[in-house]
């Protein structure tokens, strides 16, 4: 296996858990929203309200599909599930691990979805989205963590545990 890339909502943690994960086996760690604010030279919420909804997942999506990396913690958007050239280019190159968090601790974590720059079709609810993403990070991952009660760094050292065996 060459990378990780941790899939699930905003607030569940992907940054990081992703950070302390590539820092305990040495791998470099990418924050694919990073690479769309280098790219486009704004943030995600100033490309969602000045381009719209289809340009923000349309790079989304071409900056997952031509991310060439080893040995990285890979950490995209939470959108990211919506761009089917990304998923199947991580489906090559790495194994998807779903960060499982209720919908009530999400609510708490994640405040105003536009601040946080949450791609939504207009009108959805946070509720509307983590029902319509859920499916598709179960769809897509090869392991599912659940987040419940624990800490970053036990979630962190379970994943390094199932994907990577002796590791530790």
Known sequence: ??????IGMPGSGKST?????????????????QLIFLQEQMSLEEILVKKGLAYFL?????????????????SPGGSVVYGKEAMEHYKKIAKLVYLS???DVLEKRVGSLKERGVAAKEGMSFQDIYQERRVLYEQYADITI???????????????????????
């Not at 296996?1 to 941790?6: A, E, F, G, P, S």
């Not at 590539?22 to 470099?28: F, P, V």
């Not at 659940?146 to 530790?168: D, N, S, W």
Request: charged share 25%; net charge negative.
């Open 1 to 6: 296996m060459d990378n990780i890339v941790l």
């Open 101 to 103: 968090v209720s919908y």
């Open 17 to 33: 858990i992703g950070a302390l994960l590539a820092k305990s086996l040495k791998w470099s760690f990418v924050d694919t929203d």
């Open 58 to 74: 349309k790079v989304e999506n071409q900056v997952n599909a031509q991310l060439d990396v080893k040995q990285a913690v890979i």
């Open 146 to 168: 659940e987040e419940q009660g624990r800490a970053v760094k036990e979630i962190a050292t379970e994943i390094e545990h199932i994907l990577i065996p002796g590791a530790i």
